[in-house]
């Protein structure tokens, strides 16, 4: 089990951060590789994400569920799928929430997750896993950051 605690710290308020985390469209166009397929009757949503881990690209499918809490401004997400060479399989389950940050003013989020891989890829992938969450999570924060700065403008 792989467990993900990080905080992305942005410059717009609370609610402005909260409405785009809470499109899910929005928080796809934020993470490098990934895509947002159609609604499902229960409300998930199909996804992909190519992730790199050094020299090897591995493409994921999986069924995205979100459960958003707008009073609270948190969520829960969980996912479940297998990458496309049928080499590994994957659960997620994620929290976050959105924090008012006085100095300077803007944005907190904690974000908590555990990972389940298992298959002949989970070992490679268990291994280079922190790295490769560091390097997304930093890519997600510039990019909402970048998302965010124009929601402000405009």
Same mark, same amino acid.
């Given at each position: 089990?792989i467990e993900?605690n990080?905080q992305i710290?942005?410059?717009?308020?609370p %609610?402005?951060?909260?409405?785009?985390?809470?499109?899910?469209?929005?928080? $796809?166009?934020?993470?490098?590789g990934?895509?947002?397929?159609? %609604? %499902?009757?229960?409300?998930?949503?199909?996804?992909? &994400?190519? $992730?790199? *881990?050094?020299p090897?690209?591995?493409?994921f499918?999986?069924?995205?569920a979100?459960e958003?809490?707008?009073?609270g /401004?948190?969520?829960?997400?969980?996912?479940?799928? /297998?990458d496309? %060479?049928?080499?590994?399989? *994957?659960?997620?389950?994620?929290?976050f /929430?959105?924090?008012? /940050?006085?100095?300077?003013?803007g944005?907190?989020i904690?974000i908590?997750a555990q990972v389940? &891989?298992?298959g002949?890829?989970?070992? &490679? &992938?268990?291994?280079?896993?922190?790295?490769?969450?560091?390097?997304?999570?930093k890519d997600f924060?510039?990019q909402l950051a970048?998302?965010?700065?124009?929601?402000?403008a405009?």
């Amino acid at each position: 089990m792989i467990e993900v605690n990080e905080q992305i710290e942005v410059a717009s308020d609370p %609610q402005t951060v909260w409405n785009l985390l809470s499109d899910p469209r929005a928080v $796809v166009e934020c993470l490098e590789g990934a895509q947002l397929g159609d %609604q %499902q009757e229960d409300g998930s949503y199909d996804a992909s &994400i190519t $992730v790199k *881990f050094g020299p090897a690209k591995v493409a994921f499918r999986a069924n995205v569920a979100l459960e958003l809490d707008p009073a609270g /401004r948190k969520g829960n997400v969980t996912s479940r799928g /297998r990458d496309k %060479q049928g080499g590994a399989r *994957f659960q997620t389950k994620m929290s976050f /929430r959105v924090e008012d /940050r006085v100095d300077p003013p803007g944005s907190r989020i904690p974000i908590e997750a555990q990972v389940e &891989i298992s298959g002949k890829l989970a070992s &490679i &992938i268990e291994t280079g896993a922190s790295m490769v969450v560091k390097r997304m999570t930093k890519d997600f924060s510039e990019q909402l950051a970048n998302r965010l700065a124009g929601a402000d403008a405009g």
